[in-house]
């Protein structure tokens, strides 16, 4: 039996969140990640930039992966922390189960050396998330991005995400980071949750895609003594929540522009504020037109423009216009990123 | 190639919805459902109170078939219209593809005679909907229940969602019926959408959970040249629904007061309103508490109350706390369904 | 000192919500209104149609006290219960706290004999809503129409709205009604409120434009006890509340169809549902657009088809487009209510 | 008559916004505010932190001038730009036109010499917005802050609201500053629509209390052209609206914390981003309790702790709970600003 979660605002302590009279899994995991880097506590080091990679399609909807492997041949030259696979930019939710698995295989053995594989691997009950985290862990993952479950919006109460996240830690072969994506699940995980998930041995950290820099800077300091690592959901405010402590980001826009948004990692750890702030600007308009204002369809269009391969969207995800591509365009010129 | 829908507000007609050069699948099924009866134009009827039946689990939340079989001859003695199998109640969500193929054909199996059997068959993909559709039309449903799909919000636009809707139907070997419930997916299927979508062929009808019954009235009217469906999708409003023109409703109450529902039914259409009126006003709170209240947990409990197999569910919806229960018991004696 | 209102919960009884050592003003009050008729407990009944009449301006955007004159002899010819003068539809917001009292004056002295008049009297804070409430009394409004302060989002929870209408209530010289119209203010009255406050010997009624039929239909079985009469807030939906308990409407579409709302009611209580049934299906879309659809620009125009003055409305809103107009045409024209 | 705002992606150029044939009025004005400084275009200089000053009541809910004169004296020694007054802290909503006014002179004298002094005059009418903005003129407001009008949010669209601001900028006395603050309008000044009124001589800024670092990242870089202000509507993102090009801050929990977050722009301007962002992090929590979470009864509170006047709020806010008391009182310690 599991221990039961009774208490939001206790304290992180005792004998831990594992369950008793059972070894944590994760002890043999660490050490067999030892390509990878780690924090001071040993925990996988997820810092940096991660692209969460669009997955390509052919005109038939299905899965093109030579395109997959094209693509990363170009983004394994950028100094990215490594890559998201399955997240929301990977249209994962039009995928099944066994798509879902053999896209995060192939890309762990298309990924340069070194580069963590963050994969995605949420569901909506706890026992198929568990077992897609481990399916994924099998084929290579290092560690597991579990979104929100959302269907149930009234159920989905802060008992129900703790218990969730924390049985899905427990039974899971690879670490956990909390993914909470409002826009599009409704859900927007609360900090308090956050903070006592923070506690756990398997949950390493959080990807937070609300964009709301002040829960952010409340969580960095609040989990601080927990090794707990926190990153931007998005580049629009990476530079600002570089600055409040997080320790990198999963931008879509990463897709077409990875250089430029590790070029602002690297001014911003420079020193470089004006440059950083700079080139953080310019980003903001074109970063909106790849995620908020037109998801995936702009995103994939985007790419074409940078030597990728987009493709076309699942349906029932539509193309974007010929009009919302021409202010795309406009807005990519004006920000100097195509002429 | 599919026939572009390019027009919103276009009126129905011409050569129709489906593809040219190609035979409507549903000839022939409806010529399968003859145990069934048939609207005026030939079309499945789907009037009446339908259970949107609750799936009930073991302890470790794997499918309980043999509770499920009990609940069904239950069930089987109450007039109702038929039942709803895989929808919102039955935490389809939680179920993966096989299991969900599984319990439909399951109920189909157990339904007395003359029963139709609507098959909650909505995946966020088109292609996974389609699929989804054909293979539960293989066990036996009579009609499919799709829901919006809702992921995306931002890309979930009426030309995708009448492109969605239009090429499941367009290859479904069963009639559909379109499925708004912005409870949980914050997609409520706009009127022009439905209307454009109630000229399908394949398209029979509509389940709407929003409530908003001046919608209703108003989709009634816009559709009735089409002999197009329209079911309350909550029985918090039945009595209304019937009175506006719905056929019928999809009330989740009528898991364990199927009896006093289809009661309700036969008041209105007796003319006896004052009565149906007393039972209506009854049915309210706790109809309240076994839907938007407490959800499936508090479903699953109330359930047990009247003699059915509720059992737990699957994680990570949470039961009912004990004061919940109290406050469900209250409501639910109040209004004198128990004592 | 005024009596706390500890407990939500607790039922109506005992010495009742008024101070102690203090006689409720309401009882002279009461007999002053002999002109109007009463319902069996001695309230003023508010029952019937009730247009909440638009507030006329010239081009200067001045009030236009001739033409609302002109207005009212033509709506004092139709078998209303009264009139809202300042609801939403009246642009209350945008007039002076000596124009919301000079309008309701005239509007008391234009109303034919019998008419209730219901005047909008809530303003943010408590203190200004006595003083206008009772302004408003002094210058012949029956009753006042009491919308829900909402500024403060988050301190708006139950017990403040409690508080608001207990002390409004307390200090005004005439019957209170309670008014929840969230699409404007985005506070939805809770029922448990609702329920609480129709205790109270001065409020004797509910406005409700949410549109939610089985919240009222729970509020009409809730509130029996005690007298308590519901009115629906919009034409949309009106026969249903009438079937479910509700007394009357204040419906925006009676400033241009307030004959044909008045025929629905009959309708209904001379048993005659399908009549009344088609004729409310037939007012849902025309009623939108004066509603939610195009606002009180909506409405205006549309009352001029009607022979009504509409006039310009008061910045910052802005008359509808020439498209807009023709969407609305083409829905009244199929509608039948022009041609 | 006034020119037309047909096409809001024009660029700012032309003639300008000014009616044509007319001065505008602020020239005059500029030179009159010469004790206060301006930027190199010769605008008001609107940098610094701002408190937005929390209007104190007596006991029996009016006015507390004498408080207010003694919380100033406090203010007064710290480094601010200067005062907000009649801001959504200052419980604006639940003053009358009259006491709006007063409040406003009162704190114009009280004021130490070079504090700049920004009024809020949003009404809900275009007219009231202009008498209110130059009554407050008149009596020494340096700058008005002008909030969106709410009421009628289906009529707030970008048109309406481009009118509403060019109207009561063209008609200001002085310089106005535009006031988005969506948790208590719900309405969300769009980008598109301050791009272009940032082109209007007489707007010369912005308070932004949304929290999207990113929209103001893009906002800065798209009206620096213009000589455009803009501030942090809160303490929780001061640091990363800095960083991104804000020139300060309107924060709430100046009013207890003024001194450290005129700190914490000193560390900032100082490049000591080390310590201003430890400050940053822990300025977070204390901020919450005393905006969204406890809203003005909480910042009430906690004035007191800090030797200012709180005092109570106006009806229909209440006060907060012990418990709520005692849950900020552990916020403030663990944050370490009191012991």
Not at 170 to 185: A, C, E, H, R, W
């Amino acid at each position: 039996m599991r221990r039961a979660v009774s208490n939001l605002t206790r304290f992180c302590g005792g004998s831990g969140f594992i369950t008793p009279g059972r070894a944590p899994r994760t002890a043999t995991v660490v050490m067999s990640v030892s390509r990878l880097s780690s924090t001071s506590s040993g925990r996988l080091d997820v810092s940096g930039i991660y692209p969460p990679i669009a997955t390509p399609f052919n005109k038939d909807e299905s899965i093109a992966f030579d395109k997959l492997t094209e693509n990363m041949q170009k983004w394994n030259k950028i100094a990215f922390g490594g890559y998201v696979v399955q997240g929301s930019n990977g249209e994962y939710v039009y995928q099944t189960a066994e798509e879902r698995i053999k896209v995060v295989e192939h890309v762990v053995k298309a990924a340069a050396p070194g580069k963590v594989i963050l994969a995605g691997s949420g569901c909506e009950s706890t026992r198929d998330t568990i077992e897609m985290t481990n399916r994924m862990a099998d084929v290579g993952a290092d560690a597991a991005l579990v979104v929100t479950p959302s269907y149930y919006k009234g159920g989905m109460h802060n008992r129900a995400l703790i218990s969730h996240f924390t049985k899905v830690a427990d039974d899971s072969k690879i670490p956990i980071l909390l993914y909470s994506v409002p826009g599009n699940t409704g859900i927007d995980l609360d900090p308090e949750v956050i903070i006592v998930l923070s506690c756990h041995p398997n949950i390493i950290g959080l990807k937070d895609s609300g964009g709301d820099i002040a829960k952010l800077a409340h969580l960095v300091i609040s989990t601080q003594s927990n090794d707990f690592q926190i990153m931007a959901g998005s580049a629009g405010f990476l530079l600002p929540a570089y600055l409040i402590g997080c320790v990198g980001g999963v931008c879509g826009a990463a897709n077409m522009l990875g250089q430029e948004l590790c070029d602002l990692e690297q001014l911003y750890k420079q020193g470089k504020l004006k440059e950083a702030t700079n080139l953080q600007q310019r980003i903001v308009a074109p970063n909106a037109c790849v995620t908020k204002r037109f998801g995936v369809p702009g995103l994939k269009v985007a790419m074409e423009w940078f030597g990728y391969y987009g493709g076309p969207v699942r349906s029932p995800l539509q193309p974007i216009t010929s009009e919302q591509e021409e202010i795309m365009q406009t807005v990519f010129k004006l920000s100097g990123f195509i002429h």
